[in-house]
């Protein structure tokens, strides 16, 4: 469970490796910013939701359009934080039917499973800039606060570039172990 914790010395940590074997330091820094920049959004929703509860009970009323902002930072943020789950390989895992494989089966599953996670990543990637793009042409706008759509929708797809590289990654270092078994 301590592996799940984004702290400032994990943070630190994961950028003071001087090489990875795959090379990637970059994907990794990069995919360490943009949770950070998830985080940043959560801090400010949980200030937003403070002030617009306060303002609710103390003053005239809450923040106009608080529960838009709720929902559109909630996505990005979370969103966010999908790259570093598969950064470090600590999505969710049912190995209730696989802890009795071999080393050998279990890497071939797990390159598997990271090669269709890149997949569905990048589809969805595409898709959602495509809809970002159908947003901004359409003028689709939020109800209340009259937010384009299309910008927290486009803020959605670096995040899943991100996924299917990070995906992309971890297949490669999946498919090395598999390799690493076969010798």
């Known amino acids: 469970m301590s592996g799940l914790k984004l702290t400032l010395e994990n943070v630190i940590d994961r950028s003071s490796r001087s ?28 200030i937003m939701s403070i002030i617009s509860i306060v303002g609710r009970k103390m003053f005239a009323g809450p923040i106009q359009g608080d529960m838009e902002l709720l929902m559109m930072g909630s996505a990005v943020g979370a969103a966010a934080f999908l790259p570093l789950c598969e950064m470090d390989d600590h999505h969710i895992k049912v190995d209730a039917f696989t802890v009795w494989l071999s080393g050998r089966s279990s890497a071939a599953l797990d390159a598997l499973a990271h090669a269709l996670l890149t997949v569905v990543a990048g ?12 947003c901004h042409e359409n003028a689709e706008v939020s109800s209340q606060l009259l937010i384009p759509l299309w910008i927290p929708v486009a803020l959605l797809v670096p995040s899943f570039v991100l996924l299917a590289l990070t995906a992309f990654r971890r297949m490669m270092i999946s498919l090395e172990a598999f390799t690493e078994y076969l010798r």
Do not use: D, M, P, Q
């Open 123 to 134: 589809v969805i990637a595409w898709r959602t800039a495509l809809y970002s793009l159908a």
């Open 19 to 46: 090489s990875n074997k795959n090379g990637c330091c970059l994907l990794e820094r990069v995919v360490t910013g943009w949770a950070l920049a998830g985080g940043v959004i959560f801090c400010a929703i949980v």
